[in-house]
């Protein structure tokens, strides 16, 4: 099942043919997006989780490399658009990231970015959203921010509402 974050692309996906998932984990969200017709890609540190992809969903472009080794291997290869979802978070220079991700855009592409919100009232990560686990915390305007820093416009926010699950989670911390 997708999660809440992969949930909110999938309802309206923006135009293109194309998809990189950074941070793919196991490919469920490529496996749902590649149900709405894109071509997917994806890539992951844990090659398990990949393996897992390829077994559970037959998802064939997959690999466990770093962004930078991804881009030296497939220098020519640009996507329509590129998802991030609960990585930015954990890296200690989201600026190099962002042009790292810049470069395999195509011109007029897509960024979808999902990140723990630092405004929320309750925290249901607890210890885990900071060092060594969060490395930056995000709210919309920073990331707003961030985005407009390296030339992007913003064009929508979804924010999640708290569930009793998210209660419950955060209460055990």
């Known amino acids: 099942k997708p999660y809440w974050h992969h949930e909110q692309f999938l309802k309206e996906p923006p135009p293109g043919s ?5 941070g793919c984990n196991n490919g469920v969200f490529l496996h749902h997006a590649e149900k709405l017709g894109y071509e997917v890609t994806g890539m992951d540190f ?3 989780s990949l393996e897992a992809g390829r077994q559970a ?6 690999f466990c490399c770093t962004l930078e080794d991804f881009a030296q291997k497939f220098p020519d290869e ?8 609960e990585v930015l978070e954990h890296l200690d220079h989201p600026n190099d990231f962002l042009e790292a991700v810049k470069s395999l855009l195509k011109p007029s592409g897509y960024i979808a970015i999902s990140v723990p919100n630092r405004d929320m009232m309750i925290n ?3 210890d885990t959203d900071y060092p060594p686990h969060h490395l930056t915390k995000w709210s919309a ?14 064009i929508a926010h979804s924010f ?3 569930t009793a ?3 419950v989670r955060w209460f055990d911390y």
């Open 46 to 48: 844990n090659n398990n």
């Open 165 to 167: 699950e998210d209660f």
């Open 124 to 126: 249901p990560l607890g």
């Open 160 to 162: 999640k509402q708290i």
């Open 57 to 62: 969903f037959g998802l064939k472009r997959l």
């Open 18 to 22: 194309t998809i990189l998932d950074i």
């Open 78 to 85: 640009k996507f329509d658009v590129i998802t991030v979802f």
């Open 141 to 154: 305007l920073s990331l707003d921010n961030f985005m407009h820093v390296h030339d992007f416009t913003v």
